[in-house]
């Protein structure tokens, strides 16, 4: 049964950081990219940052350019996102997502197949 969970969430002050992990278990997402996406409440689900399978190619949203880095471990089937100089508006439900194992590089909400249950991040002003 494929699985993935999200740690790191938390609440922090603005300005702040936090380094959200997705470990993926079940089987193997070497060949598969990874995306990290947020859900503020009343909006729809937005893509974050996305990473390639190789690790070579990322993706992220004009939003957070600057700020966020999404990495991963193949080996440990583990993806993260580090978040710095949080804002407020950061504030969302983060979920992690994994795409077919099809060496496709994908950045979109629909384009992903498997989903964690989501980490809360809270930023206050």
């Known amino acids: 049964q494929v699985q993935l969970v999200e740690s790191g969430g938390g609440l922090v002050q603005a300005g702040g950081s936090l380094r959200l992990s997705c470990a993926a278990s079940?089987?193997?997402?070497?060949?598969?990219?990874m995306g990290w996406f947020r859900q503020a409440p009343g909006k729809e689900r937005e893509s974050v940052a996305a990473i390639s399978w190789s690790g070579r190619t990322t993706y992220y949203a004009e939003s957070v350019k600057g700020r966020f880095t999404i990495s991963r471990d193949t080996a440990k089937n583990t993806v993260f996102l580090q978040m710095n100089s949080l804002k407020p508006e950061d504030t969302a439900v983060y979920y992690c997502?994994?795409?077919?194992?099809?060496?496709?590089?994908?950045?979109?909400?629909?384009?992903?197949?498997?989903w964690g249950q989501g980490t809360q991040v809270t930023v206050s002003s």
């Open positions: 997502a994994a795409s077919a194992p099809d060496y496709i590089f994908r950045t979109s909400v629909h384009e992903y197949d498997y």
């Open positions: 079940g089987r193997t997402f070497s060949s598969s990219a």
